[in-house]
T-cell receptor, first 113, second 115 residues
């Protein structure tokens, strides 16, 4: 059984640029969530997708957007990057809306200069 | 709104000693509670969870936690620490009400195990 995979693992961008992060969910999972983990902090919920529809959103501005595809893979897009966007971005999948048990990928570490 | 407070950003124990990591939560509805572990440069792995039923829950690697509603706590324990337990531990809360299982995490507790 393949787990959650994310790409790229590391990337460096400059302020104002745009970035796309990708996530392949675990086989059989139809729900994907994205979290931002700043250095020394716990993960913060960005948004969740269930069967290709956004199903919940945290306190993040509209320049954070996402997609879920028919195969349940997902993208996180961030426009107009700011220095504070530097963080580990974690994707997590779950078999359905279930009970909140999430299966996390290893993350994409974004550095904004 | 829900919140989680983890007491102690860094805890050190000797190998073989008791591990106790503290977590208090705030929730206006019955909570679902979780402990996740994060090893360096890795994602998070579920240790254990409480949803309903028995308040003492057992997880992987010998960890357990007890849900105490009156104290709004969900502390994580392990009787005997092992070197491989050194990692960062996150407590998280959610609820079933909204249909969106958004987890609210604490800031984490880094556990060091001294040989």
């Amino acid at each position: 059984e393949t787990g959650v995979t994310q790409s790229p693992t590391h990337l460096i961008k400059t302020r104002g640029q745009q970035v796309t992060l990708r996530c392949s969910s675990q086989s059989g999972h139809n729900t994907v969530s994205w979290y931002q983990q700043a250095l020394g902090q716990g993960p913060q919920f960005i948004f969740q997708y269930y069967r290709e529809e956004e199903n919940g959103r945290g306190n993040f501005p509209p320049r954070f957007s996402g997609l879920q595809f028919p195969n349940y893979s997902s993208e996180l897009n961030v426009n107009a990057l700011e220095l504070d966007d530097s963080a580990l971005y974690l994707c997590a999948s779950s078999p359905d809306l279930g009970t909140g048990e999430l299966f996390f990928g290893e993350g994409s570490r974004l550095t904004v200069l | 709104a829900q919140s989680v407070t983890q007491l102690g950003s860094h805890v050190s124990v000797s190998e073989g000693a008791l591990v106790l990591l503290r977590c208090n939560y705030s929730s206006s509805v019955p909570p679902y509670l979780f402990w996740y572990v994060q090893y360096p440069n890795q994602g998070l792995q579920l240790l254990l969870k409480y949803t309903t039923g028995a308040t003492l829950v057992k997880g992987i690697n010998g960890f357990e936690a007890e849900f105490k509603k009156s104290e709004t706590s969900f502390h994580l324990t392990k009787p005997s620490a092992h070197m491989s337990d050194a990692a960062e531990y996150f407590c998280a809360v959610t609820s079933s009400g909204a249909g969106s299982y958004q987890l609210t995490f604490g800031k984490g507790t880094k556990l060091s195990v001294i040989p």
